[in-house]
């Protein structure tokens, strides 16, 4: 082909090269199917090779004998069933040679001399019944350069041919409609409905009025078979006449020149690119909204987040304050105790301090240490269950994210994206399943425990590590929250003045208050230390554990963003460079 090119034409054709080649290396940061590729490929293979006129239609519309009539003699089998199976290339050769290219492709070499300018491509018949054929029919359009559509005049444009006609539609091919049959109909008003029939339906298809040719492929090779036996002219052959077969020889053999085949043969990559580009720009605009919904996802799950945090703080005071309210109990309690023990009527009891410590221990600490003890294990259960609750809530939503937009994904059988994405999130939820699965109460709840009453040892640098809580708390008691010794000192200054009594019975209620406040105190800070500790341990496990799935959102989202202006400049480029090729190679009027 470079010897027919111009300047101009050279210079778009290196062009396109460019831009398919651009096109393909996108489509592979896109993940595109081997497919895809190969078929980009071989368009730019197609810029070198001859002229491709491809014919499709259903099998029994006649294209074998087109093709033969064509050719001036039966040099391809006809039946009335499908005879053919393989894609059949017609090339030129010295002798008629058969070659199989491949599965699906059979190479047939004929001696005839204008197969030196256009390769002819007879395909299976399409329909329904035979998937097949269909199949490697549509496989092969796409490296078409032009396509002679063939219908039958006995049932023009069956619904198989329209879903054809629309999928050849799509990769931007030049389509001529071929009528075959015409003799089937006997009166020429109902030949002419027939031809304006296919005439209105492939516009409204093909979104332009087609090039229709209505003929009888049989009556023209028996014309031709005549010339050949008999050396009658065909212009003298009535069946050449009533074929009407001329028009269409005129404009495959004359009408498609150098500069034709050139124009169409410049536009069928573009065609090619152009219908990949679209697809791949749906595909890219489909990931888009797949992963602005999962932005969406991890935006709700940091909500979530937030809000489990600013619950599980609020509700802990709630839990604390049951622990205060058994001190303040025992507070109270030890109130009521001085108030009736520092009496002149029990000042011979204050004597025996080992009696008074005893009633002390018995009605004013009494049950705290079980009390309190009770409370931090029910605190210390919620935390748990809080805990293992939000585990469980991330894990079953990000179960549901997982199967959203599974039915929606185009592209999806192959697609890396959707392979990745799907991968992260059920490897998020099996993290999540993990830490819900491992869950033990009875064994969350006691390491958590021993944790404070370590944090509370401490706290009130008490060497208890073996002891329990409410040893560690009775402990506590009895060192820091009353020397009941100092009731013995009370005992003998009552002895020498009864005025003593109440001063020291109130010096002591606030002894003993204040040695509570500081016990009450250092328990929250334990507590609250604890719970912080476990509160941010949980949100950051909870945080690590979803960071793939943010990590693969976040760079797909910003690869995309990168791949999309690409694209775009692409597609444009693609507009632009076939506006120049219509400049520059204009269509035949």
């Not at 087109?66 to 089998?77: H, I, P, S, V």
């Not at 256009?118 to 998937?131: E, F």
């Not at 760079?555 to 090729?581: G, I, Q, W, Y």
């Amino acid at each position: 082909m470079q010897r027919v090119l111009s300047a101009e034409q050279d210079k778009l054709i290196r062009r396109e090269r460019s831009l398919l080649e651009d096109l393909r290396v996108l489509l592979v940061r896109l993940g595109a199917p081997d497919d895809d590729l190969a078929m980009l490929k071989r368009s730019l293979h197609q810029l070198d090779e001859l002229f491709l006129l491809v014919i499709v239609g259903e099998f029994n519309a006649g294209k074998t004998a087109f093709l033969n009539a064509l050719l001036g003699e039966r040099l391809l089998t006809e039946g009335v069933l499908p005879t053919t199976s393989q894609i059949q290339v017609l090339r030129y050769g010295a002798q008629k040679t058969e070659d199989i290219a491949g599965d699906d492709t059979l190479v047939i070499h004929l001696p005839v001399d204008w197969l030196q300018e256009i390769n002819l491509v007879d395909t299976p018949g399409t329909n329904a019944v035979i998937q097949r054929h269909q199949e490697i029919t549509e496989h092969f359009v796409p490296r078409s350069d032009l396509v002679l559509f063939v219908t039958s005049a006995d049932r023009p444009f069956s619904e198989s041919e329209r879903l054809l006609l629309e999928r050849i539609r799509e990769w931007g091919k030049k389509i001529v409609i071929v009528v075959n049959k015409i003799d089937l109909i006997e009166r020429e008003e109902d030949r002419q409905q027939i031809v304006d029939f296919v005439a209105q339906n492939g516009a409204q298809l093909l979104g332009a009025a087609p090039r229709i040719f209505p003929i009888s492929a049989r009556l023209a090779l028996i014309a031709k078979e005549q010339q050949r036996q008999n050396g009658l002219s065909l212009n003298h052959n009535d069946l050449w006449t009533r074929s009407q077969f001329g028009a269409l020889e005129q404009f495959i053999l004359s009408s498609l020149d150098a500069n034709e085949r050139l124009r169409l043969k410049v536009e069928n990559p573009l065609g090619v690119a152009e219908h990949l580009s679209a697809h791949y720009r749906h595909i890219i605009d489909n990931r888009r909204a797949v992963l602005k919904d999962d932005f969406a996802a991890l935006d709700r799950i940091e909500a979530q987040l937030e809000a489990y945090e600013a619950d599980m703080r609020r509700d802990f005071k709630y839990h604390l304050s049951h622990v205060d309210n058994v001190l303040y109990a025992m507070a109270e309690r030890g109130d009521r105790f001085f108030d009736e023990t520092m009496r002149i009527a029990r000042v011979f009891d204050l004597v025996n301090g080992d009696k008074v410590r005893a009633e002390f221990e018995r009605t004013v600490v009494a049950d705290t240490s079980r009390a309190v003890e009770q409370q931090v294990s029910e605190l210390i259960d919620w935390m748990v269950d809080r805990d293992y609750r939000q585990w469980r809530d991330v894990m079953e939503y990000l179960n549901q994210r997982s199967s959203q937009h599974a039915d929606q994904i185009v592209g999806k059988v192959g697609s890396e994206f959707e392979f990745n994405r799907q991968n992260l999130l059920a490897s998020v939820g099996r993290e999540a399943q993990r830490v819900v699965d491992s869950y033990e109460p009875e064994t969350e709840s006691l390491k958590l425990a021993q944790q404070v009453q370590s944090a509370l040892v401490q706290t009130a640098a008490i060497e208890a590590s073996a002891l329990g809580l409410g040893a560690v708390l009775v402990a506590v008691l009895n060192t820091t929250l009353l020397d009941v010794t100092g009731l013995l000192g009370a005992g003998a200054l009552a002895a020498l003045g009864f005025y003593v009594l109440p001063y020291r019975r109130n010096r002591l209620k606030q002894d003993l208050r204040a040695a509570i406040n500081d016990l009450r105190g250092q328990l929250n800070e334990a507590l609250t230390r604890q719970f912080e500790r476990e509160l941010g341990d949980g949100m950051q496990r909870m945080r690590e554990a979803i960071a793939p799935y943010t990590r693969f959102v976040r760079v797909e989202r910003e690869k995309l963003e990168r791949v999309s202006d690409e694209m775009e400049r692409l597609r444009r480029e693609l507009a632009e460079l076939r506006t120049a090729t219509a400049k520059a190679l204009p269509a035949q009027a």
